[in-house]
Nanobody, 126 residues
Framework: QVRFVESGGGLVQPGGSLRLSCAAS????????IGWLRQAPGKEHEGVSC????????YYADSVKGRFTISRDDAKNTVYLQMNNLKAEDTAVYYC???????????????????WGQGTQVTVSS
């Protein structure tokens, strides 16, 4: 059974940082890419970043390049999203998701993901 445990969301002031964690289980991670997506109120889901678990290649949305970093801890089957210099427009529910592809050549679209976590709220406000 595929399962994600997401954590790390919360309230932070503009310019602050947060680190999201996604502990995955129930499938062979090397066969997948793990991504972070977000959905702001009244908007569609948006891909933020993704990492190939077999190759380690990473991809980012233009809106977060230079501010967000995705990484993995293979021993813990966990993927992280380090978010720095947060802005009000980063406020959203952030989801961890898995796409069944070993090789990635671009940031996947939200509809391409096969499994999703329950989401964690990130609010950037003073």
């Amino acid at each position: 059974q595929v399962r994600f445990v997401e954590s790390g969301g919360g309230l932070v002031q503009p310019g602050g940082s947060l680190r999201l964690s996604c502990a995955a289980s129930g499938f062979t991670l090397d066969d997948y890419g793990i991504g972070w997506l977000r959905q702001a109120p009244g908007k569609e889901h948006e891909g933020v970043s993704c990492i190939s678990m077999s190759e380690g290649t990473t991809y980012y949305a233009d809106s977060v390049k230079g501010r967000f970093t995705i990484s993995r801890d293979d021993a813990k089957n966990t993927v992280y999203l380090q978010m720095n210099n947060l802005k009000a427009e980063d406020t959203a529910v952030y989801y961890c998701a898995a796409i069944q592809k070993r090789l990635l050549f671009r940031l996947p679209s939200p509809y391409e993901y096969d499994y999703w976590g329950q989401g964690t709220q990130v609010t950037v406000s003073s």
